[in-house]
Each structure stands twice: as C-alpha cells, then as structure tokens.
C-alpha cells in the first residue's frame, strides 16, 4: 500500500532553519539520506522530493478566460509542504514507523525535530 | 523546471461533494482530460490522487523513536487532495496549467476556481548517487 | 509475422521456458540467488539475439547453456580470488561443475521443476509482496523492469524486494527439491494465495495503464494452468483456475470508455468472454464431482452461477445464497459474511439483509470498512430509504481509496438525490 509523508513548517521555521549551522544542516540531511537509503534497500522506496522556498510558492486560481491570476500573500501561519517520501509498505503501522523516522532528523542542537509527519494514504486507480 | 500543483480538498461540509451526477461527470472528464493532454504534451511527470484525509495522521517520534501517531490536526488544516508534477519550460507554463486546473468545472458547470499552490520542486539527485 | 508480433512471440516463449531453465541450473550449482541472476542475464541476452539471429532450435539448451556459463564465469573468479587467500585443490573439486555435461543435448526436464520453484518462491519467510515479486521473476519470467512498471514503483526498488526476497530464501535454508506430500498439503495454499493475488493486481488495475504494462491477470491464469497441469488430481487448483477465468471472463464489461466501473448487474454480457466462461465451469464441474470443497472452488461456484445468467434478472440468487451459506461455514472472514448478507437480500427481501449487517458493526476487522457503508446504502436504496442511502453512499466514497469506486458512490448518492 502507497502512502505519502508530508513535512511542512511555516514561513517562520524555514527562516529559523537557515541560520542553522552548516554543521547542523548537514546532520539533518544526512539523516534524512540515510532513511531514504535504508528505504532503497528495503524495498520500500517510491520517491521522495523535496520543494523550493516557501517564498517562492504561488497561489493560482483560473477564471473561465483561462488567464491565471497568481498571488504570492500566504497567512502568517499557514503550512507549506516542504518535502515529501512516498513508501510502498505492507502495513499502515510501517508507513508510521518511517514517519516516526523522519520526525526523528536531528534539530539545531542535534536533538530530534519531533516535528510532525502528516501520514496520507494513496487514492488508487485501481478497483 | 519542474513544478509541484497542489489541490486541496474542497472545504464545504469536508466531505464528498453533493453535485448532481452529470456535474460530477463533467469534473471527473475535465480532470481526466487535463491529465491526458499532459501525457501528450510530454510535460505531465506524476498526477496522484490522495484517499480522503478521514485516516490522515499526523506522527511524531517518540522519547524512544517509536511512533505517536495521536497528533491533532489544527480545525482550519486544510488537506491535500491531490497534486500534480510538471515538467515545464518557465514558471508561466506552470501557472497557466494551474490556471486550468483551477477552473475546473463545479456545479452547473460553473468553475470552481480553487486556489491551485504551485511550488518549484528541487532537482534532487537520484537515490544511487546519495 | 510483423517484427512486433515476432518480439512478442519470443518474450512469451521466454516466459514459458524461464522456469525450466532455471530449475536446471539450479540442479547443477545449487545457489538460487546467483543461478536467478545468471538465467535473468540469459534471458535479456536472448531478446538481444534471437529477433536478429533467429529462434535457435534447442531455444532451451540455448539458455541454460548461457545461463550456466555465466555460473562458471562467477565460480571461476571466486575461485581465482580464494586461490590468492587460501589453498586450491580443495575449492577447485567442490565448487566445479561435472565436465560431461553437454547442454545442448536435448534435456529431458524434471516436470516438478516449476512446482519446485513455486514453493520456493511462496515460502512463509516472505512477506506478501516479496512473494509476488519472486514469483513473477523466478516462475514467471518477468523483468525487473516489467515487474517494477506493473506495482508502479521505481526498478531499483524493485531489484532489491527481489535480492532481499532470494536472500530470505537462502537464510531459511529451504532445499531445492519438491516437498513431500504432506508439506505440498501444508504450503500449497500460500503458493495459491500468491497466484491469486497476482490475478487480483491484474484485474483490478485500470485499463488505462494496461498499455505498456505486462497482463497480470493472464499472468496469473498462466501460472495456475501451469500448476494444475503438474497437480491435475488437486481440486483447490482447479477451483483457483476457474474462479480467475470465470472472473476474467467479465474484464471488458467491468469498465466504460470513460474508466467508470460498471457493477456486475448492469454490465454489457455481450462483452463476457464465453470462452473463458466454458472453460471455467468445466473445471469447476470436474472437480465438484470429485467430492471435496473448498473455498476457492465455492468462490468459483458463485461466479459460475452469476456467469450463467444471459441477463441480470436471471441470476439464481438462491443458488449463490446456498453456496454463501457453504462459505459462511468455512470462513469467518467478514467479506463473506458481507456478501452472504447480499444473497440473503436479493432472495428474502433487504430488511433481512440490513439485520445480518448489524454483526458486522461490531466487527473490527470490517467495522470502518467502505463496502459495509455501500451494502448498507444498498439495502437502504432497495427499501426506499432515499436520505439514509445517500449517507452512507457519500460515506463510503470518503472511505474508499479507489479513484473509481469513490467516482461510482459519489454518482449513486447524486441519482438518488436528483430524485429527491
């Protein structure tokens, strides 16, 4: 069964998470290659992907004309998706396991982020 | 460039939508549609449904790694319902893809113009080379 | 014959011959993770050469020899590399093959090879998928790649579910040779539990993305022949073979032009493959007359009678019921009970059917579960209950993860609200 992992923060943490050491940085991403490494191994891997600054993101709606109109003003509080795994496991308690994992990635003081990993299951096209 | 576009679920009620049948028909071809063209045009690199987020969950690691999987999701969450991946030649493509997709038809046929969020999705290296 | 049908000929040949090929390698050098890899290098060396040089006449001492070839080569260089660690003479007697073999003599095949594999590949130290995996690579033949594209998921995931799965069996240390008879009677029923789970991946994927991916369902239809062909005697094969026929038989009715599922009372049985139909039942009746009943044969049974029907409103619902009865005794698994409930509706009327749902509320296995919202909307429907069908039809839909399924709820609460 497919699931998605979603990791978001707001505009806020992401900025927080720029004056982070370079040491730091690069302790957090390790962590996160290795999980997508042991998941290549273990059959699990699908994807994974990560986004662009949320200040780059856009919100577009599309009248009946076809012309878009694009606005870049989010709430202050508002969520982005920063990245994404999508896993093909046997169980839901597997696909929270893996969460769990990425929840885990090292902080700013190398503790865990314990940051919360929004857990979706895939729609299939299949009957 | 390749562009990630997000699709919320609609927030009415959070349910399924109640539309009568044949505007229900219309959205679901519209949306097939769309997917196919970006077959054609080469630019479609995923389109994935998501299953309603009544089993979403939100986990957390736990003191000894294990999951927490009681988190609470804040009232005004708003859920992913879908998205698309594009690979496209400038951000106006995108937008304009997204323009589309905005106004698919709702009820009546009227276009529901949703806020379609369009984000650049960064060029990682495949797995074999981390 | 056109270049494509040509390739396409040769790949299905290929199938055919992957298990034999390697049931003889693996008689000769014993590890099953490197004679899978050898016979897989062989098989990709023959869509290469064949196309362009010809089918050669022994298409199958062709591959062995290839195959064994490249075990030689492996088996040279480790013993090149223990001879610079350790002393020879020893390595060089056990490790190399009999010199007398000649590969290109026409080989009488073990027909147990085939049911060896199986076994092997359907063993209980694999998970599910790692199962279907191994199977279709080492008995059916399939590419990593065709494997990959048909799970939807990237190859190099794919290549290691299959290197995990080998080194699974190699840690279990699972002989290669056929299980006595009293463990045939034990594993038998994973091995059919993986074919049947290869037929349902087929049949339930959508039509749109059978283009370029490999039939599962004929894939599985080919397996289960295999083996029933191997265990003629055995009923719950031949149950198995009919039910996926019987099934089968219904694919091009299941789904519109548009992808939208079509239910089974209202599909188009001009587009039911007789064929299949046929020769499904006549499985069925062979191995009903031998005594014994099981649970795939009753499912067969079912299916048979629903086949039979020329219209909908034919169908013998009292038969199904009697035979849900049957499978109700077997099983407690709640799909039954679920379906069982459906027959008692469709013959004693959908009140009936709505109290056996009640049980099922309790059930946790089956408790949040869509089709026990989309029977219940059902029912509703039947006893004009428009508001509470149209609940439990949007309620289902929210539930479901299937794109179609959820289209096909969400338009039956629509109809029934448009009424309103």
Redesign the interface.
């Known amino acids: 069964m497919?699931y998605?992992l979603?990791m978001t923060g707001t505009k806020a943490g992401v900025e927080s998470y720029h004056a982070w050491s370079r040491k730091d940085v690069e302790a957090h991403m390790a962590a996160l290659?290795r999980l997508?490494?042991e998941l290549?191994?273990?059959?699990?891997?699908?994807?994974?992907?990560?986004?662009?600054e949320?200040s780059?993101?856009?919100?577009?709606?599309?009248?009946?004309d076809?012309?878009?109109?694009?606005d870049g003003v989010f709430p202050e509080a508002k969520?982005?998706?920063l990245?994404y795994w999508i896993v093909?496991v046997?169980s839901?308690e597997r696909a929270?396991?893996i969460?769990?994992?990425i929840?885990?990635a090292p902080d700013a003081g190398g503790v865990?982020t314990?940051?919360?990993?929004?857990?979706?299951?895939?729609?299939?096209?299949?009957? | 460039m390749k562009y990630m576009m997000m699709m919320n679920t609609m927030k009415v009620g959070q349910g399924v939508p109640a539309w009568p049948k044949k505007d229900l028909q219309a959205h679901i071809a519209f949306m097939r549609k769309f997917a196919k063209e970006l077959a054609e045009s080469g630019e479609l690199v995923a389109a994935e449904g998501l299953a309603f987020p009544d089993q979403a969950k939100l986990v957390r690691a736990g003191k000894d790694g294990l999951p927490i999987t009681d988190g609470v999701f804040p009232e005004s969450k708003e859920f992913l319902a879908g998205y698309w991946i594009v690979d496209v030649d400038s951000p106006e493509r995108a937008y304009a893809l997204a323009a589309r997709v905005s106004a698919a038809p709702g009820i009546g046929g009227e276009p529901l113009n949703m806020p379609i969020e369009v984000r650049q999705v960064m060029s990682a290296p495949p797995p074999e080379m981390l | 014959m056109s270049a494509e049908a040509g390739t396409h000929s040769i790949e299905h040949q290929l199938r055919e011959l992957a298990p034999q090929v390697l049931g003889a390698v693996l008689r000769r050098f014993h590890d099953f993770a490197a004679a899978e890899d050898a016979v897989q290098e062989a098989l990709i060396a023959a869509v290469m050469k064949w196309p362009q040089e010809g089918i050669p006449e022994n298409p199958r001492g062709w591959l062995i020899q290839v195959a064994s070839r490249r075990m030689l080569d492996d088996l040279r260089s480790n013993i090149a590399r223990r001879r610079r660690e350790e002393s020879a003479a020893q390595e060089a007697e056990t490790l190399a093959p009999a010199p007398e073999m000649d590969f290109l003599e026409p080989y009488t095949m073990d027909p147990d090879d085939t049911l060896i594999l199986l076994f092997m590949c359907c063993h209980s130290a694999l998970t599910t998928s790692s199962a279907i995996a191994l199977t279709l690579r080492a008995v059916g033949g399939l590419t990593t790649a065709e494997i990959a594209r048909a799970f939807l998921v990237p190859e190099a995931t794919m290549a290691q579910r299959i290197s995990r799965a080998k080194q699974s069996i190699k840690a279990s240390g699972v002989p290669f040779r056929l299980p006595t008879e009293k463990e045939q009677s034990e594993r038998l029923p994973a091995v059919l539990h993986v074919l049947y789970l290869i037929f349902n991946e087929g049949y339930t994927s959508s039509s749109g993305s059978r283009v370029h991916r490999v039939e599962l369902s004929s894939e599985a239809i080919r397996l289960t022949r295999n083996v029933y062909g191997l265990l003629p005697e055995n009923t719950e094969v031949a149950g198995l073979l009919a039910l996926m026929l019987l099934t089968d038989a219904r694919r091009e009715a299941r789904t519109n032009a548009e992808g939208e599922l079509i239910p089974l009372t209202k599909q188009d049985r001009g587009l039911w493959n007789r064929e299949e139909i046929r020769e499904g039942i006549a499985l069925l009746t062979r191995a009903l007359a031998k005594g014994a009943v099981g649970m795939y044969q009753l499912q067969a049974a079912i299916a048979a009678v629903h086949d039979e029907a020329v219209q909908a409103e034919d169908t013998d619902w009292p038969q199904i019921l009697a035979l849900y009865e049957l499978l109700k005794r077997m099983s407690d698994n709640p799909m039954v009970t679920l379906n069982h409930a459906v027959a008692v509706a469709m013959v004693h009327g959908a009140a009936q059917g709505l109290e056996l749902l009640k049980t099922l509320d309790a059930d946790t296995r089956i408790a949040g579960h869509y089709r026990l919202d989309a029977v219940r909307a059902h029912f509703l429907e039947m006893l004009g209950d428009k508001d509470g069908a149209i609940t439990h039809y949007r309620r289902a839909a929210e539930r479901t993860t299937s794109t179609p399924e959820q289209n096909y709820l969400i338009a039956q609460a629509a109809r029934l609200d448009e009424v309103n």
């Open positions: 497919k998605i979603l290659l997508s490494k290549t191994a273990s059959g699990e891997f699908v994807a994974t992907q990560g986004l662009s949320p780059e993101a856009k919100l577009v709606r599309g009248e009946k076809g012309i878009p109109v694009t969520e982005f998706l990245g093909d046997e839901p929270y396991q969460a769990a994992k929840s885990a865990p314990n940051m919360p990993i929004e857990v979706r299951r895939f729609a299939t096209p299949r009957t």
